[in-house]
C-alpha cells in the first residue's frame, strides 16, 4: 500500500507539503510514546498517534517512518506541518480513533511493525 | 515584480493527483518569465518584408514581435513570409502580413497557461507582455522544453551532488587518520527544536555514504540523548559527533545537575521527567536504555551537581564504511 492509498483508506487528509505518495507502506505502529516508538518501529512504517508535536516528525525521520497519521482528527501546531514539509514526510490527520485506525489498517492487509522493548536485539538492524 | 497572476487553480480529484508527473507539476511551479527569452529581436509595422526576412536569417529565427510606439501590435512569423513570397510581395511594410491583436501570455503565470494556447491555436510563440501591455519577453515550446529539463535535472542534482561531494571526502584528503567532527549547542527546555541536532548528524552520515541502517541507529541514539539535555539539564550541553571511516563516536556531555544512581537511570521505565515531558511523548524511562540498543559500545558518567558524559561508538563493519572509495574497493 502506497501514502496516497492510505490516504483513501482513512478519510484522511494530507496536512504536509512535498511528501512522497507514492511512497511504500510496509506495516503500522501505534504509540504515543516517542521512546517507545523509537525502540520498537521497524522502517518503512505507518506512525498512528495521538501526539501533535514536533518531536513526532524528528522521531519518524530518525526510525525512517513512511508517513504519520494523527488520530481522532487532531490538528497539529505550524511547526509540526511545516517541519513534515520541510523533512518530506506525509503528515496525515483521520477522523478516526486509534483503535478504528488500527483495525482498519489491519484489515487492508497492513501487519504490526512493532517489536517488543523486551527483545535484546537492536530494531534498527534490518 | 508587483503583478500578480492570471491563473486561476483548479480543482483536481484525489485520482487524478495520483498519477500527475514531475513534469505535469513544473508546468504548474515554473513561471513564464522563468523560462522565457529576454533578449529580443523585434520589428516594426513599418519594417519590409524583404528587412524581416534578412533578420530572421541572420539570427536565425523564425518569427518576431512587431512594435509600435514600444507596444505590442503583432507578430510576424516565417508563416507569414511565405505568404509575401507565394505573392512576390517582399517590398510590403510586416503591417500588412504580420498577426495583428496576438494571444499574449504575462510574466508571472504558470506555463501551463502558454502551453494551453500552444495546443489549441498551434502558434510557434507567445509574446509576454506586462499589465500595460509593454512587452517583456517572447515564449516557444522550445523555451518550455529546456525550462522543464533544466529544473528536472536541478531536481536530481542537487541531493545527488551533495553525497557525491561528501562521500568523496575520506579519499581526498589525505592523512594518517582522517575525521570530521560535528557539534551541536543544545539548549535546556528547547523542546520545538529539539531532534534538529539528530536530523543534522543523520543526514550528514547518509550523505558521507553510511548505510540507511547505520544512520539509523545513529539518528535515534542521538536523539534520545538530546531530548535528554533538553528535558533533564541546568544549562543544556554539547553534542560532538566525529565521523571516521571505520566508526562513529559521540559525545554528550552537559554541567549538571548530574545523576544520582546511574544504576538506577539505566533500569528500562525509570524516570525522573515530569509530566509535561512526558505530554510531549519522553520520559517513559526508555531513553538511556534505547540509547544502549542502538551503539556498540556506551559509557555514562555523571558527577551529581557537576554534570554527566555520555560517549558513545558506533563502530562500521567494512562493507559498511563511510566514503565511496571504501565500498568499490570491496569489490575487488
Known amino acids: 500500500m502506497n501514502v496516497s492509498e492510505l490516504i483513501k483508506l482513512i478519510d484522511g487528509k494530507l496536512l504536509s507539503e512535498n511528501a512522497n505518495l507514492t511512497r511504500e507502506v510496509k506495516g503500522g505502529c501505534g504509540a504515543d510514546l516517542m521512546s517507545d516508538v523509537l525502540a520498537s518501529i521497524q522502517p518503512e512504517a505507518v506512525l498512528l498517534t495521538g501526539l501533535c508535536n514536533p518531536q513526532v516528525v ?53 501487519h504490526s511493525l512493532e517489536v517488543s522493548v523486551s527483545d535484546p536485539s537492536c530494531g534498527c538492524e534490518e | 515584480m508587483s503583478e500578480s497572476s492570471h491563473f486561476q487553480g483548479r480543482i483536481i480529484t484525489d485520482e487524478q493527483a495520483e498519477n500527475i ?27 519590409l518584408m524583404q528587412e524581416a526576412l534578412e533578420i530572421f536569417r541572420t539570427n536565425r529565427i523564425s518569427g518576431a514581435p512587431v512594435l509600435k510606439d514600444n507596444k505590442l501590435a503583432g507578430v510576424v512569423s516565417i508563416e507569414d513570409l511565405i505568404h509575401c513570397l507565394q505573392k512576390n510581395d517582399l517590398k510590403s511594410p510586416v503591417s500588412k502580413y504580420m498577426t495583428c491583436k496576438p494571444l499574449t501570455v ?13 495546443v489549441n491555436f498551434h502558434f510557434g510563440r507567445l509574446p509576454v507582455v506586462d499589465s500595460n501591455f509593454a512587452l517583456v519577453g517572447i ?43 560535528l557539534r551541536y549547542t543544545i539548549k535546556q527546555g528547547d523542546f520545538m527544536r529539539g531532534g534538529a541536532a539528530s536530523s543534522a548528524i543523520k543526514r550528514a552520515l547518509l550523505r558521507l555514504g553510511a548505510t540507511p541502517q547505520i544512520a539509523r541507529r545513529t539518528g ?9 539535555l533538553i528535558i533533564h539539564t541546568t544549562n543544556g550541553g554539547v553534542i560532538r559527533a566525529e565521523i571516521e571511516p571505520h566508526q562513529i563516536s559521540i559525545n554528550v556531555y552537559d554541567d549538571g545537575p548530574g545523576i544520582e544512581d546511574i544504576d538506577q537511570a539505566m533500569k528500562p521505565g525509570y524516570s525522573t521527567a515530569n509530566e509535561t515531558v512526558r505530554e510531549l511523548g519522553f520520559g517513559a524511562g526508555m531513553g538511556l536504555v534505547n540509547i544502549q540498543r542502538c551503539v556498540d ?26 566514503g565511496e572509495g571504501y565500498q568499490t574497493n570491496e569489490e575487488h
Request: aromatic share 6%; hydrophobic share 40%.
Open chain 1, 58 to 110: 524528528r522521531t519518524a525521520q530518525m526510525a525512517d517512518v513512511a508517513a504519520i497519521i494523527l488520530v481522532r482528527g487532531k490538528v497539529p501546531p505550524k511547526e509540526t506541518i511545516d517541519l513534515a514539509g520541510a523533512e518530506k514526510i506525509a503528515l496525515i490527520s483521520s477522523p478516526f480513533g486509534m483503535f478504528e485506525l488500527c483495525g482498519r489498517l489491519y484489515q487492508a492487509g497492513l
Open chain 2, 21 to 47: 508527473t514531475r513534469v505535469e507539476e513544473l508546468a504548474y511551479e515554473l513561471k513564464v518569465n522563468e523560462v522565457m527569452t529576454k533578449d529580443l529581436i523585434t520589428v516594426t509595422p513599418e519594417t
Open chain 2, 106 to 118: 504575462h510574466g508571472p503565470d504558470p506555463i501551463i497557461e502558454a502551453l494551453k494556447l500552444f
Open chain 2, 139 to 181: 515564449i516557444t515550446k522550445g523555451d518550455i522544453t529546456r525550462g522543464i529539463l533544466k529544473a528536472i535535472q536541478q531536481d536530481y542534482q542537487e541531493e545527488e551532488v551533495r553525497r557525491y561531494r561528501a562521500s568523496h571526502l575520506f579519499e581526498d584528503i589525505e592523512s594518517d587518520r582522517s575525521s570530521l567532527i
Open chain 2, 220 to 228: 535515534i541514539a542521538v536523539y534520545e540523548a538530546e531530548m535528554n
Open chain 2, 297 to 322: 559500545s556506551m559509557r555514562l558518567e555523571s558527577i551529581l551537581g557537576k554534570g554527566t558524559s555520555l560517549k558513545l561508538k558506533i563502530l562500521l563493519p567494512k562493507k559498511e564504511l563511510v
